[in-house]
């Protein structure tokens, strides 16, 4: 079965940086429409980030626009999250998604903590 193991998370200060991985295996990697939620304390989970099969089209929200970026490395089976910038409203737990559309299914990691103080 489809299985996301995100990695990369931890304690930044205000205005740092810090790349999130997360790892496909179950189906072909180029199958999936990859992206990043997150979910802080209290709140409902949140989109983040989204990246097309083949990586030529990418997708933000507009809290983290101009500050993130995803990419993939279909090599690697691999998609990542680069974010600069980092603000404390950005603590959050960041969880991986793998959308498939034949058939029409979406697949979830366990997440990775991301905390930024005040």
């Known amino acids: 079965q489809v299985q996301l193991a995100e990695s990369g998370g931890g304690l930044v200060q205000a205005g740092g940086s810090l790349r999130l991985s997360c790892a496909v295996s179950?189906?072909?990697?180029?199958?999936?429409?990859m992206g990043w939620f997150r979910q802080a304390p209290g709140k409902e989970r949140e989109f983040v980030a989204a990246v097309s099969r083949s990586g030529g089209r990418t997708y933000y929200a507009d809290s983290v626009k101009g500050r993130f970026t995803i990419s993939r490395d279909n090599a690697k089976n691999t998609v990542y999250l680069q974010m600069n910038s980092l603000k404390p409203e950005d603590t959050a737990v960041y969880i991986c998604?793998?959308?498939?559309?034949?058939?029409?299914?979406?697949?979830w990691g366990q997440g990775t903590r991301v905390t930024v103080p005040s």
């Open positions: 179950g189906r072909t990697f180029s199958d999936y429409h």
């Open positions: 998604n793998a959308r498939t559309v034949y058939p029409a299914a979406d697949y």
